[in-house]
């Protein structure tokens, strides 16, 4: 196996994979199935929408963990900065330089659209929900821990591409 594909072998890079994995399927087959129905035309249309989103991250990603960053020093060590846009991502296993920062931006983007699409599907299937007070309960724990997952996927998100505008208009 090259060294590039090792990258995709780290617990970090696997965690970030699941974690997509595990936000596509929950948001399309089980929320915006339950909130709008998959059969319908709006259901479609959603689901389509957010597929390209998730599709247009998950490749992106892909694209930040095989991308080559540029000129890495000899005298590497991961989570030294070598200037002032470079630096050692543990998520995508890589660093982000020159030549990968674009693809680095953009699925950053890409995940934070897609994260705040699966906010606004779930929250319009807890919404749209009938609750039965005692048969739901394990369901709402689930639902809440759900939420919270996606709203600090948002905040970290937001909070990485603000940290990079500022950076753009600083240079």
Same mark, same amino acid.
């Given at each position: +196996?090259?060294? !590039?594909?090792?990258?995709?072998? *780290?617990?970090?890079? &696997?965690?970030? $994979?699941?974690? +997509? %994995?595990?936000?596509?399927?929950?948001?399309?087959?089980? $929320?915006?199935?339950?909130?709008?129905?998959?059969?319908?035309?709006?259901?479609?249309?959603?689901?389509?929408?957010?597929?390209?989103?998730?599709?247009? *991250?998950?490749?992106?990603?892909?694209? %930040?963990?095989? =991308?080559?960053?540029?000129?890495?020093?000899?005298?590497?060590?991961?989570?030294?900065?070598?200037?002032?846009?470079?630096?050692?991502?543990?998520?995508?296993?890589?660093?982000?330089?020159?030549?990968?920062? #674009?693809?680095?931006?953009?699925?950053?983007?890409?995940?934070? +659209?897609?994260?705040?699409?699966?906010?606004?599907? $779930?929250?319009?299937?807890?919404?749209? #929900?009938?609750?039965?007070?005692? !048969?739901?309960? *394990?369901?709402?724990? $689930?639902?809440? *821990?759900? +939420?919270?997952?996606?709203? !600090?996927?948002?905040? =970290?998100?937001?909070?990485?591409? %603000?940290?990079?505008?500022?950076?753009? !208009?600083? &240079?």
């Amino acid at each position: +196996m090259s060294t !590039k594909g090792k990258r995709f072998l *780290s617990v970090p890079v &696997l965690a970030v $994979f699941t974690l +997509m %994995c595990f936000v596509y399927y929950s948001s399309i087959f089980v $929320f915006l199935h339950d909130w709008l129905n998959l059969q319908s035309s709006p259901g479609t249309l959603n689901a389509y929408l957010f597929s390209l989103f998730a599709f247009l *991250s998950l490749f992106s990603f892909f694209s %930040c963990v095989l =991308t080559d960053p540029g000129h890495v020093p000899s005298s590497y060590a991961p989570d030294v900065e070598f200037s002032k846009d470079d630096h050692h991502c543990l998520w995508i296993n890589n660093c982000v330089g020159y030549w990968n920062y #674009k693809a680095f931006f953009v699925f950053v983007l890409y995940a934070t +659209m897609s994260s705040i699409y699966a906010t606004v599907i $779930f929250i319009s299937c807890i919404f749209q #929900k009938d609750w039965d007070p005692i !048969k739901g309960s *394990s369901l709402k724990i $689930f639902y809440v *821990s759900y +939420m919270l997952l996606l709203f !600090k996927d948002v905040l =970290t998100y937001v909070q990485l591409i %603000c940290t990079r505008v500022k950076y753009i !208009k600083n &240079l």
